[in-house]
């Protein structure tokens, strides 16, 4: 069983900044890929970033340039920085972990944090 758990999220204007964290268990970790969601009241989850275990990152079209994904294995822990919010960013944000490669589809990964809401005023 692999726990992971979100956190960083909160309120911040419109160009703001913020940074997610997600810790995850166990001692593979750097093995892990892992990849981040995001989900809006009504809406289907979304792709936002993924890291594999050799640094490999992807960007949805939306966060590219504004995202940046990195991990610190020593710590067992994602990072997602997210720049010059906008408010279309609104959403819960979910970390997982894939089952074999990074992937921009929910279902090529097999665990899930509880997920991190971020809220991004006009």
């Known amino acids: 069983q692999v726990q992971l758990v979100e956190s960083g999220g909160g309120l911040v204007q419109a160009g703001g900044s913020l940074r997610l964290s997600c810790a995850a268990s166990?001692?593979?970790?750097?093995?892990?890929?892992l990849g981040w969601f995001r989900q809006a009241p009504g809406k289907e989850r979304e792709f936002v970033a993924a890291i594999s275990w050799t640094g490999r990152t992807l960007y949805a079209d939306s966060v590219k340039g504004r995202f940046t994904v990195s991990r610190d294995n020593a710590r067992n822990t994602v990072y997602l920085q997210m720049n010059s919010l906008k408010p279309e960013d609104t959403a819960v944000y979910y970390c997982a972990k894939s089952r074999r490669n990074i992937a921009v589809v929910s279902e090529a990964y097999d665990y899930w944090g509880q997920g991190t809401h971020v809220t991004v005023s006009s």
């Open positions: 166990g001692r593979t970790f750097s093995s892990y890929d």
